[in-house]
């Protein structure tokens, strides 16, 4: 349960990274400059804090699993980082982009069908 849990936690703490990498972005553009733009980005240090964050659910989630059952869970943050970017900057997702997310999501369960556990 706590291999699910981390493992969770990765994904989860990559793609607010995203989100917040995607605002840092914004704060840059509207800040020029070397210090207001990136030293003195509060979005840029949250994205950095998420991604710690990340790899240290990651470190844990690699301690109880093996890395081929763990790995293709993390394409699920090509799923769901889209889809906050959908929600909270109003992008735009096609058809064609949701059935390639719909490709990931099936290609997450093959692949977690078919390793097993050691």
Not at 7 to 34: F, V
Not at 63 to 79: D, G, M, N, Q
């Amino acid at each position: 349960m706590r291999s699910v849990a981390s493992l969770a936690g990765m994904i989860l703490c990559m793609t607010i990274s995203q989100i917040l990498l995607k605002m840092a972005g914004q704060h840059s553009s509207a800040h020029p400059g070397a210090v207001e733009g990136f030293m003195r980005n509060p979005w840029l240090w949250a994205a950095l804090g998420a991604s710690a964050g990340g790899i240290g659910c990651w470190l844990l989630t690699l301690r109880r699993l093996p890395l081929s059952v763990a790995y293709p869970w993390t394409a699920l943050i090509y799923v769901l980082t889209p889809l906050a970017g959908a929600a909270l900057f109003a992008e735009a997702l096609t058809g064609r982009y949701a059935f390639g997310m719909a490709l990931i999501l099936a290609g997450v369960v093959l692949t977690s069908r078919s390793v097993t556990r050691s």
